[in-house]
């Protein structure tokens, strides 16, 4: 007891001075443009901000279209799905902002033209993936970036749906991303950065989530505690995730889920996985160097768990430069995220935080929350681009690999993307152009088609999809 007194004692010393700030409906391409932002100073504004420096309130109108010929497969988008066929996405964001009140909500509507699909079926683990059709009748009506915080000069509470980010990476975060629509959390938080004698800077956040449902209507939980310090031109962060709950015979609530961080209750039983980044960022030349590492922490048959954790540890690396090849406007990037497990799988076990069902497979309604990839892969990223104050194209290419060990061959995706954006002072107008190729899709194919060079039905599987996006602020 001493102990917990002692951790909620720190917790609120860390969190004086607070002044908590939100990005909401984030993309890649908004992430880049803030950046290069950053360094250039060329004045993109963010309008999707919760909270600024005085009283404020917004409203933005946000809109959707797209026409997608085959699957769904657009990843970190707030979890907007964009299935076979056409239509769009309306909604209305308005954001109140005082002193000591932010308030948020976005009313959304979806209208458009479903197509059939004749798909080979994804199994287990693999069936949440965002090229995986989403069976269920659509919530045509929803409230997203929906939420309140309260907050003075020591502290900041809140409790929303808004989506959230962790980590250094631009395409990837092995552990919380905006892929799947965000879900309804309370949490605590020192809000933006803070000083230590000037020279330190910080962070922290203690979050848990409301009640998901796995598939046997048993309900789980996600419980993050984070803390991020900056010194000069390094970034450390680090942060625990406790997925609990999802077992029917064991007693599980919300009280049990919002401690289990502090008393580590049941803990044999939960996924408990740790994620560590170290982040190089110098604004003078404009490049940005990061490498995270994930590592889970699961009872296999009640045997000591700390043998298995370097088996299926994940890693992030890249960077990111600005102002490239003695041009400000120029930017290009590099992420590579390898999910893969551990080469001894075949003869120790080796499980991955990604293939527990009693948490859906870390998915909340049918998305993953962290990497889009998933179980058992790894992804290859690259962009380069040319942003100014007002126009921005990016070009991206993206390689990824799925069940590698589970199957062989696995399933191969590669993607091409161009993207194009445009934004005056309340305006921004964006136009995505994603041509998609998928390789053994569904693990139809067998050893002898890879030597052979042929290909069992559905196993080649190719989407073109075009997304055109306007945010406009009214006020």
Do not use: C
Request: proline fraction near 2%.
């Amino acid at each position: 007891m001493n102990k917990i007194k002692y951790i909620y004692f720190l917790l609120l010393i860390l969190s004086i001075n607070t002044n908590a700030q939100q990005n909401l409906n984030q993309s890649f391409m908004k992430r880049i443009e803030n950046e290069f932002s950053d360094y250039r100073n060329i004045g993109f504004n963010s309008k999707n901000i919760i909270n600024s420096t005085q009283s404020e309130y917004y409203l933005v109108f946000n809109q959707y279209s797209y026409i997608n010929s085959n699957l769904p497969n657009y990843e970190n988008k707030n979890g907007l799905y964009f299935p076979k066929g056409y239509g769009s996405y309306n909604s209305w964001l308005f954001a109140l902002n005082t002193k000591n009140l932010n308030l948020t909500i976005e009313p959304q509507m979806m209208i458009g033209k479903l197509f059939s699909y004749s798909l080979p079926q994804k199994q287990k683990m693999f069936s949440v993936l965002n090229d995986v059709p989403i069976i269920e009748p659509l919530n045509l009506q929803y409230l997203k970036n929906t939420g309140i915080e309260l907050n003075n000069d020591f502290f900041s509470f809140g409790f929303g749906n808004w989506n959230q980010w962790w980590g250094p990476g631009i395409h990837n975060s092995l552990v919380l991303s905006n892929n799947s629509r965000g879900y309804y959390h309370y949490y605590f938080s020192t809000g933006d950065w803070k000083s230590i004698n000037s020279l330190f800077n910080y962070k922290f956040r203690y979050s848990t989530s409301s009640a998901f449902y796995n598939n046997s209507g048993t309900q789980y939980f996600l419980s993050n505690i984070d803390a991020i310090i900056k010194y000069n031109m390094l970034e450390f962060g680090i942060t625990r995730h406790i997925i609990s709950g999802g077992y029917s015979n064991i007693v599980w609530g919300l009280s049990d889920a919002a401690s289990v961080l502090l008393t580590n209750k049941n803990i044999k039983y939960w996924d408990d996985i740790f994620d560590f980044y170290l982040l190089y960022n110098n604004k003078k030349s404009g490049l940005i160097a990061y490498v995270e590492l994930g590592y889970p922490n699961r009872s296999f048959n009640k045997e000591n768990s700390n043998i298995y954790r370097d088996k299926s540890r994940a890693s992030n690396i890249g960077f990111r430069k600005y102002g490239a090849f003695g041009n400000k406007n120029i930017a290009f990037g590099f992420e590579y995220t390898k999910l893969l497990l551990g080469k001894y799988f075949n003869t120790m076990v080796t499980s991955n935080w990604y293939d527990n069902i009693s948490n859906n497979y870390m998915s909340f309604e049918s998305r993953r929350w962290a990497a889009h990839s998933g179980t058992d892969s790894d992804d290859l990223f690259g962009f380069i681009g040319y942003i100014s104050k007002k126009l921005s194209l990016i070009y991206s290419l993206n390689l990824e690999r799925h069940g590698v060990t589970y199957n062989f061959p696995p399933e191969v995706k590669f993607e091409s993307v161009v993207s194009l954006g445009y934004k005056t002072k309340d305006l921004s107008i964006y136009l995505d152009f994603e041509s998609e190729h998928f390789e053994h899709y569904g693990f139809v194919d067998l050893n002898e088609n890879v030597w052979t060079e042929t290909f069992q039905s559905g196993s080649i599987q190719r989407t073109n999809t075009i997304l055109f996006s306007i945010e406009y602020r009214l006020f």
